[in-house]
């Protein structure tokens, strides 16, 4: 550009041309090169058109999102897809290559939905189960971020913390036309096509053994479909964007019930265009008040929250046992100015006593525990994250973190560590180590040093009872 506007002694190529123009001994010339100048300038404009084929603009021209109901278009079915862990080595696939299966599900996942990897891992498990009938794809879009380290990344940290590699399953990546022919919002979105018609999306849980019988023998979701808001804006308020039937709704403050096609926040700062704002969409109930009154739950396990049986039918039903994605809520508070944890917490409690007739009591109770200590005074020092204290030719990862889940099998209790090892250091476990074995597994703690011991310790507790009842404590 700096050349096209200065030649010569600051002189612009158009004051040339009009320069030459003037003189009658240089027009003809003149002419000439200005016709030459042209059609250079305009072969240039037609040739940056030609789509070239490193440059992307080969790709489908214009993808349009597929209905519930449609087929499968013919250029669907031919695209090439980038996939990793073939089991022939390929590298792209098209659907076309299973148009002969009956049912196609793609899985839309990232690294960062843990919900994603634990359908995932479900998914690899059907498979061996609907190798003829029912193709499961992953699908991993270019628009979640994810790279091939942090994949390898994740997928080292599940295996460690269950046991399932994930790391052999064949996937898409990256996509990058999938998504646009199955826009969504929310992960996990599980899109199925049945006998090449598109019949809609379902979150994970829709994927099991039933229904997927059922879809091969109806035709049909028996699921309710999956309907991102794709055109909400995260740092408007809710208000603004949707009509909802709200249960508390003040100048700065909504409280309303789970909203389709909203997505999972489990809370998140914004900047709005006129302030700040809160918001924490479709958790259950008893999340809301984990995040409320924190001090309350501090130290708290799940299995030690008690809920009074005098405590309202409907309310109690949705602390202890909440129906998936029907018995969400959304919270959403904003201010002009400033916006604070803290402020967000004091509001949040005033909402939940408002609407909620439930009181909460922190207290202990007396519990049997087994407690992991250092044997005969031997000293255990804490490990770095990934380093393993044992080696074995037949041995499977597991982070210490699992072994610990792994442990109350064993005893039938609560386990207390003590052993000073981080949770996220990795061991290697002898294949076969059976856990519902109390001499199995007290000879392997025996080897890195660490015995267990039953002990009475108190343990503390969160009770909901009714407001306005004395609460005594009855569980000692």
């Not at 695209?79 to 073939?86: F, I, K, T």
């Not at 809920?307 to 029907?326: D, G, H, I, K, M």
Request: charged content about 25%; aromatic content about 12%; some cysteine.
């Amino acid at each position: 550009m700096k050349n096209f506007y200065k030649g010569g002694r600051d002189m612009s190529y158009f004051d040339w041309i009009f320069h030459l123009f003037k003189s009658k001994n240089n027009r003809s010339r003149t002419l000439f090169c200005f016709g030459i100048c042209f059609v250079l300038l305009f072969s240039n404009q037609l040739t940056a058109q030609e789509p070239r084929r490193d440059s992307g603009a080969d790709r489908l021209p214009e993808i349009l999102p597929i209905a519930i109901g449609e087929l499968i278009p013919p250029a669907l079915w031919e695209l090439p897809l980038n996939v990793v862990n073939h089991p022939l080595g390929n590298e792209t696939i098209k659907l076309g290559d299973y148009q002969d299966r009956k049912l196609i599900i793609l899985d839309f996942w990232a690294t960062w939905c843990g919900s994603c990897l634990r359908s995932m891992a479900k998914i690899q498990a059907l498979e061996k189960d609907w190798n003829d009938s029912v193709l499961f794809l992953p699908v991993n879009a270019e628009t979640t971020g994810d790279i091939p380290e942090k994949i390898r990344n994740t997928f080292t940290r599940f295996q460690q913390s269950t046991g399932t590699a994930l790391d052999r399953q064949c996937y898409v990546f990256p996509d990058r036309d999938l998504y646009r022919f199955f826009p969504h919002k929310a992960l996990p979105h599980v899109v199925w096509i049945f006998e090449g018609r598109y019949i809609g999306s379902t979150y994970a849980e829709a994927v099991t053994t039933e229904h997927i019988k059922a879809v091969l023998h109806s035709g049909g979701l028996q699921r309710p479909v999956k309907k991102d808001l794709l055109t909400f804006s995260p740092t408007r308020m809710i208000a603004e964007q949707l009509p909802f039937s709200s249960i508390s709704r003040e100048q700065n403050v909504l409280f309303t019930r789970y909203i389709e096609g909203l997505g999972f926040d489990s809370g998140t700062f914004y900047t709005h265009d006129a302030g700040l704002l809160y918001r924490i969409s479709n958790f259950e109930l008893l999340y809301f008040f984990y995040i409320a009154f924190p001090e309350i739950f501090h130290g708290v396990k799940t299995d030690d929250i008690v809920f009074s049986e005098t405590l309202q039918e409907n309310l109690r039903r949705e602390l202890v046992a909440p129906v998936p994605y029907e018995d969400g809520y959304c919270f959403e508070l904003f201010s002009k100015d400033t916006l604070t944890i803290e402020m967000v917490r004091k509001r949040l409690s005033e909402v939940l006593g408002t609407n909620f007739d439930v009181e909460l009591h922190r207290d202990e109770k007396l519990q049997k525990v087994m407690e992991l200590v250092p044997m005969d005074a031997v000293s255990v020092e804490p490990q770095q994250r990934g380093k393993r204290r044992a080696a074995g030719k037949h041995a499977e990862e597991r982070s210490w973190k699992v072994l610990l889940g792994r442990f109350k099998e064993t005893w039938k209790l609560p386990v207390v560590d003590h052993s000073g090892i981080a949770k996220g250091m990795v061991f290697d476990v002898p294949v076969g180590l059976d856990f519902g074995s109390r001499e199995q597994v007290e000879k392997f703690l025996a080897v890195h040093g660490l015995t267990p011991v039953e002990k009475q310790v108190a343990v503390p507790i969160v009770v909901f009872t009714p407001k306005n009842i004395k609460y005594t404590n009855e569980t000692n």
